[in-house]
């Protein structure tokens, strides 16, 4: 399995965008779905996390304001962000772990939140 992430960019501060995270090959036996991120000079943090039951988990400074999804066949990712702040630039980084365990990676998409 592949992870390819788009949907990246630069916006002001209170503006929305949608990340996605397609897969591509066979995916199955999914535990869980996330999205990270890294901001320049800071560790990798996890912003959300998706279960292949649908239960959601969220970064507290993010609740209320970032969804997560998938599409009905769990090969795509989605992250919703609403009302970014600019403590939200940093690159994102879509992740997919299995039950084998097995942990995939996608290449990451740049978001720059301006005030």
């Known amino acids: 399995v592949q992870l390819q992430a788009s949907g990246g960019g630069s916006v002001q501060a209170g503006g929305s965008l949608r990340l996605s995270c397609a897969a591509s090959?066979?995916?199955?036996?999914?535990?869980?779905m996330a999205w990270y991120r890294q901001a320049p000079g800071k560790q990798r943090e996890l912003v959300a996390t998706i279960t292949s039951g649908g239960n959601t988990n969220y970064l507290d400074s993010v609740k209320g304001r970032f969804t997560i999804s998938t599409s009905s066949t769990k090969s795509t990712i989605y992250l919703q962000m609403d009302n970014l702040q600019t403590e939200d630039t940093a690159v994102y980084y879509c992740?997919?772990?299995?039950?084998?365990?097995?942990?995939?990676w996608g290449q990451g998409t740049q978001v720059t939140v301006s005030s």
């Open positions: 992740n997919l772990v299995t039950w084998s365990p097995t942990s995939t």
């Open positions: 090959g066979s995916v199955r036996n999914i535990h869980h």
